[in-house]
């Protein structure tokens, strides 16, 4: 797996393309990020390269919108 860093204008842009991202995982394995996040770290989910983007892409998600939160 390649690292590929985005760089974005804002953190609002940032979470915006974060989500449009985790839509398209929780599209394809019908379940939203927030259910699949609660099994995953349960390990009731494999480690598939799909599956470990998505965390991520999910932790960072909630990373970000708690740093917006904090600042309104």
């Not at 599209?27 to 965390?55: H, I, P």
């Given at each position: 797996m390649?690292?590929?860093?985005?760089?974005?204008?804002?953190?609002?842009?940032?979470?915006?393309?974060i989500?449009?991202?985790l839509s398209?995982?929780?599209?394809?394995?019908?379940?939203?990020?927030?259910?699949?996040?609660?099994?995953?770290?349960?390990?009731?989910?494999?480690?598939s390269?799909?599956?470990?983007?998505?965390?991520?892409?999910?932790q960072?998600?909630?990373?970000?919108?708690?740093?917006?939160?904090a600042?309104v």
């Amino acid at each position: 797996m390649r690292k590929q860093r985005i760089e974005y204008d804002s953190p609002v842009d940032a979470l915006v393309a974060i989500a449009k991202h985790l839509s398209i995982f929780e599209n394809r394995y019908r379940m939203t990020s927030e259910e699949f996040f609660d099994k995953f770290s349960k390990g009731q989910l494999e480690d598939s390269e799909d599956f470990v983007e998505w965390a991520n892409d999910y932790q960072h998600y909630v990373t970000i919108r708690l740093e917006i939160e904090a600042h309104v």
